[in-house]
T-cell receptor, first 111, second 114 residues
């Protein structure tokens, strides 16, 4: 079946450094790729998303890149801050109304 | 606050019992999704409803069922509960305008099966 692989499962970076999380999807028809952030004990919230007609999207310190040929997309966080510590989930569409989710990446920002 | 409400916040019950979790979507959202998140695990998609109709099914056990009512609120029914059903259950809603859009998650219901 369709799946999304997310790496790494845990990422520890020094405050101020950049963090990159990668996801690979299997359905070549996928056209919507959101990223959600879940802080400890809280609900997941969308931080950025991208559709297949663009290759990159930025929002302040966060950016997402998409490589449709290789079927992978990545989340980039620059100048990391303590409040970036959370679990990040990627997802890819497998129809016009369903997402398949990655297993999550725990991002730890070291002071 | 996402505008999605879930009740109850916490639920403690025994194995073999049945419980009902309730979700009210954001005003105007027609789609409701249910997810299960076990401790330190990812989001497991269970089921989606759109305007009262089941639209997609994920890894939902036969002991679990759901429905969406005419006022668009949704209920997830879990029966013959097992210890492994202990988890955080999220409901999410989205406007579903024909393409996928942001899903707005509720605060979740934490279910503990003893």
């Amino acid at each position: 079946g369709e799946n999304v692989e997310q790496h790494p499962s845990t990422l520890s970076v020094q405050e101020g450094d950049s963090a990159v999380i990668k996801c690979t999807y299997s359905d070549s028809a996928s056209n919507y790729f959101p990223w959600y952030k879940q802080e400890l004990g809280k609900r997941p919230q969308l931080i950025i998303d991208i559709r297949s007609n663009v290759g990159e999207k930025k929002d302040q310190r966060i950016a997402v890149t998409l490589n449709k040929t290789a079927k992978h997309f990545s989340l980039h966080i620059t100048e990391t801050q303590p409040e970036d510590s959370a679990v990040y989930f990627c997802a890819a569409s497998i129809s016009n109304y369903q997402l398949i989710w990655g297993a999550g990446t725990k991002l730890i920002i070291k002071p | 606050d996402s505008g999605v409400t879930q009740t109850p916040k916490h639920l403690i019950t025994a194995t073999g019992q049945r419980v009902t979790l309730r979700c009210s979507p954001r005003s105007g959202d027609l789609s409701v999704y249910w997810y299960q998140q076990s401790l330190d695990q990812g989001l497991q998609f269970l089921i989606q409803y759109y305007n009262g109709e089941e639209r997609a099914k994920g890894n939902i056990l036969e002991r679990f069922s759901a429905q969406q009512f005419p006022d668009l609120h949704s209920e997830l029914n879990l029966s013959s509960l097992e210890l492994g059903d202990s988890a955080l259950y999220f409901c999410a809603s989205s406007p579903q305008t024909g393409v996928l859009n942001e899903q707005f998650f509720g605060p979740g219901t934490r279910l503990t099966v003893l």
